[in-house]
């Protein structure tokens, strides 16, 4: 097998158990040995001189992945700290903090139990997926890798962590050294790396009783640790009802993404997440630009450009696509303080452009706190956002080996069909796929077709702001679609 097939945008990512095994020792041993040689191009840090960084998230297979690595590690002489059970972004944080090279994440993210993978960091970011590509190169070559025993100084990397988002939280409230007395949060973990957080608020003085599925379990046992999940979402939801908490906190797996519960166990993910995660990030820089992903609605559109004086920058899917949007839009002088996906990979300028669930729940919080000086609450802040009166995704799998030329020539066509329907009209900001607006009269909503960043799959979004009007929208959808015989739904 090429390790070619590994490959997941920017991560490495495979079975890791069971009968049909991707992820096998001698795949992470030759997968470690090409990311030395990569790294020393990448960086100029001679092998000898390279320090990594080693942290895991709860899966079942992390254990025997990381003594894979190390065992590489330790026969190149590379100094490496075993962080343990780590969430994703502070592996980041290791290359700022800890002055390492890089450091190696091991994750599937919200991913299946039998399922896991790797991420690499250095002090600029992620790697980039042709990071990736080169290091599954190298490894494909590789015939022989010298091993030994493994072997790794243990810290606990976490605490440290933990400290900078205290101090995050106790500088912004500015209220003592227990600034959350008073306030009932809980923490929905999904038996990940984010059980941490209960802890950290638990010191800062904040109610957290109610809070659950805390220990780490690589087999998921409670629900997917995955805040687009709708059955993990109605955990929080009612843990948030049931014992009248002011917020309720979500994590997915390696706590690179969150979501929350207002007080009236509301979800506040994926557009309302968006919109708030705005009013923080437009707060220090007035007539921003905020980078989303394509999938956003209409009414974000409006409460970022009309109530919060922002500019919304519609992009492409893929959480690195958004930051490293943003980014380049700030080498260009564009004022973006915030790059966020639907999925809740939210980056903040201020916080390294990292994509870190937890940072953006301390802002949260910073926030909640802060209104309550005033009488306000958080829910008070989303009551401009204009919620669609429905929205539909239908998902289509490609039955055709170039499924990329096959998917593209669908979105190619339909951009021909709708241009015979003049109350049909493309959006001034079609930066992936094909975006189209309905009037009143035909919807009154929009569609949007797209190819799947990695997979044989069409993505379809539809949103409408009338009753009957997904229905119409989906009609003139599907009289397009029917001739396409390689298209099936999935």
Request: charge should be negative; aromatic fraction near 8%; proline fraction near 3%.
């Amino acid at each position: 097998m090429s390790l070619m097939k590994l490959k997941s945008g920017t991560d490495i990512r495979g079975t890791a158990v069971g009968e049909n095994v991707e992820l096998t020792d001698e795949a992470i041993i030759k997968i470690a040995s090409a990311f030395l040689s990569y790294l020393t191009e990448k960086t100029g840090v001679p092998k000898g001189e390279i320090t990594l960084a080693v942290g895991h998230d709860s899966r079942i297979s992390a254990d025997r992945i990381k003594n894979a690595l190390l065992s590489v590690f330790a026969a190149e002489g590379v100094k490496v700290f075993d962080c343990g059970l780590s969430s994703t972004p502070s592996m980041f944080m290791t290359t700022v903090t800890l002055g390492v090279t890089a450091s190696v994440q091991i994750t599937a993210s919200h991913h299946p139990y039998d399922k896991n993978g790797l991420k690499f960091f250095t002090k600029e970011g992620g790697f980039e997926g042709e990071d990736i590509k080169a290091v599954l190169e190298k490894a494909d070559k590789l015939t022989k890798v010298e091993t030994a025993l493994p072997c790794a100084d243990k810290i606990d990397f976490m605490s440290q962590y933990s400290e900078i988002l205290k101090k995050k939280i106790t500088d912004g409230i500015n209220d003592g050294e227990k600034p959350l007395s008073g306030f009932h949060i809980v923490v929905d973990a999904g038996n990940g790396a984010g059980g941490f957080f209960r802890e950290l608020l638990d010191e800062l003085g904040a109610d957290t009783s109610g809070s659950q599925f805390l220990e780490p379990d690589g087999m998921f046992p409670n629900h997917i640790p995955n805040p687009e999940d709708k059955t993990a979402m109605g955990f929080i939801c009612e843990a948030v009802t049931k014992n009248k908490a002011d917020l309720g906190i979500i994590f997915d797996t390696d706590v690179d993404r969150a979501a929350c519960v207002a007080s009236d166990g509301k979800e506040i993910n994926r557009n309302a997440l968006i919109a708030l995660s705005s009013v923080i990030a437009l707060e220090n820089a007035k007539g921003g630009t905020i980078v989303t992903d394509s999938v956003t609605s209409s009414g974000l559109r409006e409460f970022i450009n009309s109530h919060l004086g922002g500019k919304h920058y519609r992009f492409k899917r893929g959480y690195k696509n958004v930051i490293n949007k943003a980014i380049e839009l700030n080498n260009q002088g564009i004022d973006c303080p915030l790059a966020i996906e639907t999925s809740g990979h939210a980056a903040l300028r201020e916080n390294y452009f990292l994509d870190d669930g937890a940072y953006l729940m301390v802002k949260i919080i910073i926030l909640m706190a802060n209104m309550r000086k005033e009488g306000k609450t958080l829910d008070s802040l989303l009551e401009p956002l204009k919620m669609p009166y429905a929205e539909k995704e239908v998902r289509y799998i490609i039955e055709e080996e170039d499924f990329r030329a096959y998917g593209e020539k669908v979105i190619s066509d339909f951009e021909e069909y709708c241009e015979q329907f003049p109350l049909i009209i493309p959006a001034d900001d079609n930066r992936e796929g094909f975006r189209v607006n309905f009037n009143k009269w035909c919807g009154n909503g929009w569609l949007l077709v797209r190819l799947s960043v990695h997979d044989p799959v069409i993505p379809v979004n539809m949103e409408s702001d009338s009753e009957g009007g997904i229905e119409k929208i989906e009609m003139f959808w599907n009289g397009f679609i029917k001739n396409y015989e390689k298209l099936r739904k999935k």
